[in-house]
């Protein structure tokens, strides 16, 4: 037979939907705001810049497989042993790692309905059953989670706060979860945006990482700290994970030029201040410019935006393509199971202006339209 694939992948792989970035082009534009991929609205530290040119003179040379200085330097940052943290080609490896490592055939992964998209495609990746747990008011539910952990489920992946959502679990709501969970289910953390939360009531997850012996904590450094190109993410866990993680991971799976970008990003605080301040200050003005043109905008934190359309995922639609034809690229929800949603990231304060005014124009006129 001459299908589409002659030769049959392992059961399950062909059922996986491949994982679709944000879009970064509009055709005919080379002046396009790109607010679809949370990426740090002002990139990467101008240090992070120079260390990666000057790395670029060893090259040729593989780099240390075991990201020593790197390590060295997040454990110096974050108040963290280097022995027990793994470092990764973005935290999207070390996901995937984790399945690899704690879920097969018939196992179940955990993960809440409006969870980062990567979660099912870890599970199945390694033949395991992706579960999604129902959420309430957007937010991970603890004792539905609990309640759905049976004897099959190796894993729970948990984004906190979640992308899309904006929501958090609160570092007591945190340990109740982790507490509620059987002991073979391994928690992990996902803290892509940690750096960018400033509510005091919020924990990125090290505490419990330190607290139990089955728990870890994935960073990055693509949001805050603007490095998504070089592909760089780190864990935090329990000695025996690491270990496991460490026998796992290709030998050098992260190159040179990413770890000595990474040593300068975490070496410039300034640069990172400024960035939460900038993000705190421009996610408040984005959700209230879109509230007063109309659009529901929900509690939430990080360095995006949900903005819920009132009159559904037609209207969604409609604010897309109306986005695009002014040259902003946001992200559409009905892959998060969000018709009714766009996920806009913030950036830089001019662009905020503009979506802020197109979206106002939008809603306008479908005021008028309705009238
Ligand atoms: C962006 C993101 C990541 C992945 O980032 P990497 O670039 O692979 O480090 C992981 N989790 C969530 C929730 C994200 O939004």
Not at 10 to 25: D, N
Not at 148 to 166: F, K, S
Not at 209 to 235: Q, Y
Not at 304 to 329: C, K, S, T, W
């Amino acid at each position: 037979m001459t299908g589409a694939f002659p030769i049959a992948p392992r059961p399950g792989v062909l059922e996986i939907e491949p994982y679709k970035g944000g879009e970064s082009t509009l055709e005919g534009r080379d002046d396009v705001i790109k607010l679809s991929s949370n990426e740090g609205a002002l990139g990467p530290s101008p240090q992070a810049v120079a260390a990666i040119k000057a790395a670029t003179a060893n090259a040729g040379r593989y780099p240390d497989g075991h990201c020593t200085a790197l390590r060295a330097a997040i454990g110096a940052r974050f108040g963290l042993d280097p022995a027990r943290i793994v470092c990764g080609a973005g935290s999207d490896e070390i996901l995937g790692l984790l399945a690899r490592a704690y879920a097969g055939e018939g196992d179940e992964v955990l993960y809440s309905a409006h969870g980062f998209a990567m979660y099912p495609i870890c599970a199945q990746a390694v033949g395991a059953k992706p579960v999604k747990v129902p959420e309430t008011d957007l937010t991970a539910d603890v004792d539905a989670l609990i309640a759905r952990a049976g004897n099959r489920t190796r894993l729970l992946y948990i984004a906190n706060p979640n992308n899309p959502t904006g929501t958090y679990l609160d570092k007591d709501a945190l340990r109740c979860l982790r507490a509620g969970l059987p002991e073979g289910v391994v928690l992990v953390i996902d803290a892509a945006y940690a750096e960018f939360v400033t509510e005091a009531d919020y924990e990125a997850g090290a505490a419990l990482v330190d607290e139990t012996a089955n728990t870890i904590m994935t960073r990055t450094f693509s949001k805050i700290f603007g490095l998504g190109n070089l592909r760089l993410g780190w864990a935090y866990g329990p000695p025996h994970m690491i270990d496991v993680l460490n026998r796992l991971r290709m030998p050098f799976n992260v190159s040179g030029i990413a770890q000595a970008a990474g040593i300068a990003a975490l070496a410039d605080t300034g640069h990172m201040e400024i960035a939460i301040a900038h993000n705190s200050r421009e996610r408040a003005r984005l959700a209230a410019g879109l509230a007063a043109a109309g659009v529901v905008v929900p509690a939430g934190v990080g360095n995006f935006v949900l903005a819920r359309l009132p009159e559904g995922a037609d209207q969604a639609q409609a604010a897309d393509a109306y986005l695009r034809g002014r040259g902003i690229i946001v992200r559409r929800m009905g892959g998060y199971g969000l018709p009714d949603s766009l996920r806009i990231t913030v950036g830089l304060g001019p662009e905020m202006d503009a979506v802020i005014a197109a979206m106002s124009d939008f809603m306008a006129e479908q005021g008028v339209g309705n009238g």
